[in-house]
């Protein structure tokens, strides 16, 4: 279980440091482009064609889909401040809250058996990354 849990730390810990690292530095401005070219003498229009049938409208979705990325962490017995690893990836995804708009939540393990039903609680509310 502990073996699950470091490479389930790492993975969420790696996770945000590509998120954070993703934002940085300015992107360079676009190479000037040559003025376009004079537009062609206009020519004879084609003869007008029938327009094609409307297509039946189809039922838009109840809800529009929620492409915002959702991140859940479980902390391990250290809490989120424990000045180490744990609140080293918190604060990983905070900046990657910043940044890139994603939503992040944490449930701090109070004991190792509580690891596993954290981790549940986030696969039931089908969070991204955990």
């Known amino acids: 279980m502990t ?3 470091i490479i389930l730390l790492t993975v969420l810990l790696l996770g945000a440091l590509v998120l954070a690292a993703c934002g940085g530095g300015e992107q360079p401005a676009p190479a000037p482009t040559e003025a376009p070219a004079p537009e062609p003498e206009p020519t004879q229009a084609p003869e ?16 529009p889909a929620d492409d915002t990325i ?10 989120i401040d424990d000045k ?27 004991q190792q058996t509580d690891y596993e039903k ?11 990354l955990i």
Request: aromatic residues 8%.
């Open 48 to 63: 007008p064609t029938e327009a094609p049938a409307e297509p039946e409208p189809t039922e838009a979705p109840a809800e």
């Open 3 to 5: 073996k699950h849990l």
């Open 70 to 79: 959702q991140v859940g962490m479980v902390s391990d017995l250290g809490g």
């Open 118 to 128: 954290n981790i549940n609680e986030f696969l039931s509310q089908d969070k991204d």
């Open 84 to 110: 180490s690893f744990n609140q080293t990836a918190w604060r990983g995804i905070e900046t990657a809250q910043a940044d890139f708009g994603i939503d992040g939540v944490f449930l701090e393990s109070q």
